[in-house]
């Protein structure tokens, strides 16, 4: 076999992908024997098998499709792989199955190309696969492809046909995001425009298949990106613990501290280890597997990602995924679902299906309760511990995920972390902080109020009646004598938040200041109550943590719709006609509480039920049972 | 500096090393031949000089003497654990079968009994896309049945470097470290890593002939044949195999006796 000649030791993955039928294996046969690349013998036995099986035209596709089952069907059912090379370089070629019931096989094979061919028959244009598979390139996150329109032979080698084609995937294609690099007028079966150029189609003045090939281009390997070393393996040999992983993207050198996520650890590179030894060996980059060893025995284990300081992933336990599905078994809301990126493996709860595209149409069916087979879909997944996370568009390699439902792989899918905020805890900046405790203790305090102090915390979207709810319960409760004060989100935010906006990291900074204000109010043994839209779980999770003992989160309930017909400052308007951005139930996601303290219903409750609702639960937590008296005299006294 | 070569190495270093985290008790089947201790150098550099589980030989007692000579040398220089394992008579195999086929079949079955003995659960195997159409098809990660038997028509789906590691008890996976190496690139990574290899891959006069033949691919005596060549260092090969058209398996008489012979062999467990 005539491959990889001396000259060119680069080596370009190209998949061929396109509708049942549409050509690509016999494209493929015909590309390996218009280049001299097919074994010795291979044509002749192929010519045998032929005959035998009583065709008379040579099917180039048993090049490849060699199970009988495919031979027998004329059909390709698994991906495979072959190698070619032209004068410029080598090529390996994948091939992939066109129908349907095989689209986890044609997966399989594009997920490993750098460059991919979509063969559409010119006889039948734009298929359902033909979408399919394109839309599938387009999650794959492939970006260089070139369309060929097969079987020209079949309509006459006709320009018209070819133009009227060409648009119709061109503009597929465009419409989810892709650019065709070229169109080239194919026949496959007879070997033209593929690596010969064609006499009857001398009104096409564009390359032929093998030129462009050609064209396309080796990315070469993320080193100019942030460091990421996710550990594969822990091992001990001769008293030396060592991490082994492949440095995804970035590199690495010895002595450069290195943080480990999601245990936010750090330690230092005292040696990058290969084998055969090489003390010279200082660094490594992108691609490369080592292991490292470390200054200090910190906890490190399979899955963890290490990182610079300066640019780690995020941590979070919510994410969003565009997923496709391969299983016969369903995706579904509030089933989980193990899932691996890099080494790390989690378990994630489908916390809703956002959105389901029908490849075929692009029409959208938002809020499904499941995701079927071959469907494609966004989706937002939550895990029980905290995650170290890259979105797709800043990591490729560690930003996409596999899906597992039972023993095998059911989907993948890239990460997204569009509305959600980095959850990594700030630890205090200051070294020098030592905590001083007051002479005075809580009861002393709950003595001298007449209560104890609390935190009701009101979450829900905007218009749902919080602000309201929270002033009428703070006057009922002032009126009987309780100290109290209210914080709300639009008074905090021309003060002690005006700083900040609210993209995702600021709405989280936002709610952790208030929640250590709440805190400290509460601790002075004031009733606070406060009522900011709070729309990330994690959020609200961490200023319960501020306050534990204190904290009850309370849900003013009332659904999308009823707020929006509320919509008391015009701001829902707004958010629709796209002039505010990032509002909450509209382009930003709400995480309804999963566990409130309390429930309110404003949407089928007026006011006044409300705040007794409220106020019965709040006297209820506050009272002091032995000075029950002294603060009624109180009362009285104001 | 980073090339080809190590990008194709550093691809088969993860998937040891994943199948060694995920798969225990975990085995290697070697042959012998150039690929298989081509793995079984990057195994060492997996485990910085280490072969931390045990290679196993499917025995016929077919293969030539150099060839165990070849075997005797490396165990002791890598300080291998090996398993030298006794392949069923032919007499026992299916009758049906064309006769090269059966004879290779021998191999299926002492894997077999193998894997019944030792409970591996992940099986190293040295087998290249390149080699042959079924076995351009495998996966990396290739799960089998209880008898070793591979259900071709309904693999899992395998992408970015995710593998199946999980399975029914009692099933095992067949592990493809070099699955993505062509036949040249297996003998410039030779060359480059100065890794050992049978003699029997260089040309030798033939005595009676007086032609040079050398080996492309080793197997059993009554199985496989050289092929005449001029190429008596691993410089020349390299060479030989940039031009020649003729298949790295031309010397196996067991891949093509009928079309579906090896898809048989293959389905039945044959590496
Ligand atoms: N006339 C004509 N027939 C062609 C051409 N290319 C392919 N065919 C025929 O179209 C049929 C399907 O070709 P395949 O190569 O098997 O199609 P495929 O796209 O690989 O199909 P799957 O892999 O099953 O999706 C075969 O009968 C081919 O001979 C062409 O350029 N002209
Ligand atoms: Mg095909």
């Known amino acids: 076999m005539k491959k990889q000649s001396q000259k060119a030791m680069q080596q370009l993955r190209v998949v061929i992908v396109g509708h049942v039928d549409h050509g690509k294996s016999t494209l493929i046969g015909r590309l390996l024997y218009d280049t001299n690349s097919l074994p010795a013998g291979k044509y002749e036995e192929l010519q045998e098998i032929c005959k035998r099986r ?16 495919e031979r027998d069907q004329a059909i390709t059912i ?29 997966i399989s094979g594009a997920a490993q190309a750098d460059a991919a061919i979509l063969v559409v028959d010119a006889t039948e244009g734009v298929r359902e696969q033909t979408k399919r598979h394109a839309y599938m390139l387009s999650l794959l996150g492939m970006r260089q492809i070139a369309v060929v329109i097969n079987k020209m032979d079949m309509v006459d080698h006709s320009t018209e046909r070819f133009e009227e084609v060409s648009k119709e995937v061109d503009h597929y294609l465009k419409s989810i995001g892709l650019n065709a690099n070229y169109i080239v007028p194919i026949s496959a079966r007879e070997g033209d425009m593929i690596a010969n150029r064609s006499d009857k189609m001398d009104w096409y003045k564009g390359k032929s298949l093998t030129e462009t090939l050609d064209c396309f281009e080796l990315e070469s390997p993320p080193l100019s990106r942030s460091l990421r070393f996710p550990v594969q393996d822990v091992y001990r040999y001769n008293e030396e613990r060592i991490l082994v992983g492949r440095v995804e993207t970035g590199s690495i050198k010895k002595g450069d501290t290195i943080l480990f996520s999601p245990t936010n650890e750090s330690a230092k590179v005292t040696n990058i280890k290969v084998w055969p030894e090489d003390s010279a060996r200082v660094s490594a980059g992108a ?31 919510v994410f969003r995924a565009n997923l496709f599905w391969l299983s016969a078994k369903p995706l579904k809301q509030g089933n989980s679902y193990k899932v691996r990126y890099g080494t790390n493996e989690a378990t994630v709860t489908v916390q809703s299906i956002d959105r389901v595209i029908d490849t075929d149409d692009l029409g959208q069916t938002e809020k499904a309760s499941e995701v079927g087979k071959n469907a494609v879909a966004e989706v937002t997944l939550r895990s029980r511990e905290m995650l170290a996370i890259d979105p797709y568009t800043d990591n490729q390699k560690l930003g996409r995920m596999v899906i597992y439902d039972g023993y095998d792989i059911a989907g993948g899918g890239s990460i997204n972390m569009d509305g959600y905020a980095d959850q990594r805890e700030n630890a205090p900046k200051s070294q020098n902080i030592f905590m001083v405790d007051h002479l005075i203790t809580d009861e002393r305090r709950a003595l001298n109020k007449g209560h104890k102090g609390g935190i009701f915390w009101f979450t829900g979207l905007s218009g749902a009646g919080k602000s309201t709810l929270a002033m009428a319960v703070e006057k009922a409760l002032f009126d009987k004598g309780y100290h109290t004060y209210v914080l709300d989100g639009d008074n905090v935010r021309y003060g002690l938040n005006s700083d900040l906006g609210f993209s995702p990291e600021d709405r989280a900074e936002n709610i952790r200041r208030v929640g250590e204000v709440t805190a400290l109010m509460a601790d002075a043994g004031l009733i606070v109550i406060s009522a900011f839209i709070s729309p990330y779980r994690a959020d609200r999770d961490k200023a319960r943590a501020a306050s534990p003992d204190n904290f009850n989160e309370i849900y003013v309930e009332a659904d999308l719709k009823t707020c929006e017909n509320r919509d008391p400052k015009g701001l829902y308007k707004k958010a629709r006609q796209g002039s505010i951005k990032q509002f909450t139930g509209v382009d930003s996601p709400y995480e309804a509480p999963e566990n409130p303290e309390m429930v309110v219903n404003t949407q089928d409750n007026d006011v006044q039920t409300c705040v007794n609702q409220v106020l019965r639960y709040v006297e209820d937590l506050v009272r002091l049972e032995t000075y029950e008296t002294s603060r009624k005299e109180k009362a009285i006294a104001i | 500096m980073y090339n080809y070569l190590d990008e194709l190495e550093a ?35 997996a ?15 077919q293969e030539m ?7 005797d040398r490396l165990i002791k220089e890598w300080d291998l654990d090996c398993i030298n394992w006794k392949c069923p008579p032919e007499e026992e195999m299916d009758m049906t079968l064309p006769p090269n086929t059966r004879s290779a079949m021998r191999k299926t079955e002492g894997l077999k009994t193998l894997m019944e003995e030792y409970k591996f659960k992940g099986m190293f195997g040295g087998i290249r896309r390149d080699e042959q159409g079924l076995r351009a098809k495998e996966r990396v990660f290739s799960p089998r049945s209880f008898d070793g038997s591979w259900d071709f028509k309904d693999q899992p789906p395998e992408f970015w470097d995710q593998y199946k590691t999980e399975f029914p008890e009692g099933a095992h996976l067949r592990v493809h470290p070099i699955l993505h190496w062509t036949e040249i690139d297996i003998w410039r990574y030779h060359q480059r890593e100065n890794i050992p290899f049978c003699e029997l891959y260089l040309a ?9 033949m050398r ?47 090896f898809e048989k062999l293959r389905a039945r467990g044959y590496m």
Request: hydrophobic share 35%.
């Open chain 2, 215 to 261: 080996y492309r691919s080793l197997g059993e005596k009554n199985l496989t044949f050289p092929v005449e060549s001029p190429a008596d260092s691993i410089e020349a090969i390299i060479e030989e195999l940039g031009v020649t058209e003729v298949s790295e398996r031309s010397g196996r008489s067991m891949d093509t006796e009928t079309e579906d012979s």
């Open chain 2, 11 to 45: 691809k088969s270093i993860y998937i040891i090393r994943e199948a060694y985290n995920k798969l225990d008790p975990l085995g290697m089947m070697w042959s012998i031949g150039k690929d298989s201790t081509a793995l079984l150098y990057m195994v060492r550099k």
């Open chain 1, 287 to 317: 691609g490369e597997c080592i292991g490292i060893t470390l200054d200090e025995r910190i906890f490190v284990e399979r899955g963890h990602i290490g990182s610079h300081n300066e640019n780690p992933p995020m941590l979070s336990n």
């Open chain 2, 204 to 212: 030798r006069e033939d005595k009676e002939t007086g032609k040079m």
């Open chain 2, 47 to 61: 485990f910085f000089g280490r072969v931390p589980f045990p290679v196993a030989l499917l025995d016929t007692e």
């Open chain 1, 54 to 69: 009583g065709t008379d035209a040579l099917e180039w596709s048993f090049v490849l499709d060699a199970f009988q089952a």
């Open chain 2, 65 to 71: 003497p150099e060839v165990y000579a070849f075997r």
């Open chain 1, 78 to 106: 698994d991906t495979t792989q072959i190698w070619f090379s032209t004068e410029m370089r080598d090529y390996v070629i994948i091939d992939a199955p066109g129908h349907r019931e095989f689209l986890k096989n044609m």
